[in-house]
Nanobody, 114 residues
Framework: QVQFVESGGGLVQAGGSLRLSCAAS????????MAWYRQAPGKQRDLVAS???????NYADSVKGRFTIRRDNAKNTLYLQMDSLKPEDTAVYYC????????WGQGTQVTVSS
């Protein structure tokens, strides 16, 4: 089992930037692809971006060109650089293993004001 602790969220105006971090602990040796998800109130949790241990990335169309996912394998840490933020990016952001989901962390709140 892997545990995740997300951080870096906050309140930002439209057009601003935030960098999210996710510290993973536990059986992290088995994780190939990690991912960021987000969930707005009353909405389902959606995949935002994913990255393999080798650095291969995928992005949701809604964030492509604005968000960058990165991982530091030595530190078992996942990052999400978010630029040109829009109000529709407002959500709680979570990290997890892609495909084989582990228990969810608390997430980190991102609020983008117009």
């Amino acid at each position: 089992q892997v545990q995740f602790v997300e951080s870096g969220g906050g309140l930002v105006q439209a057009g601003g930037s935030l960098r999210l971090s996710c510290a993973a602990s536990g059986s992290t040796f088995s994780i190939n692809r990690m991912a960021w998800y987000r969930q707005a109130p009353g909405k389902q949790r959606d995949l935002v971006a994913s990255i393999t241990i080798g650095g291969d990335t995928n992005y949701a169309d809604s964030v492509k060109g604005r968000f960058t996912i990165r991982r530091d394998n030595a530190k078992n840490t996942l990052y999400l650089q978010m630029d040109s933020l829009k109000p529709e990016d407002t959500a709680v952001y979570y990290c997890n293993e892609f495909g084989r989901l582990q228990p969810w962390g608390q997430g980190t709140q991102v609020t983008v004001s117009s």
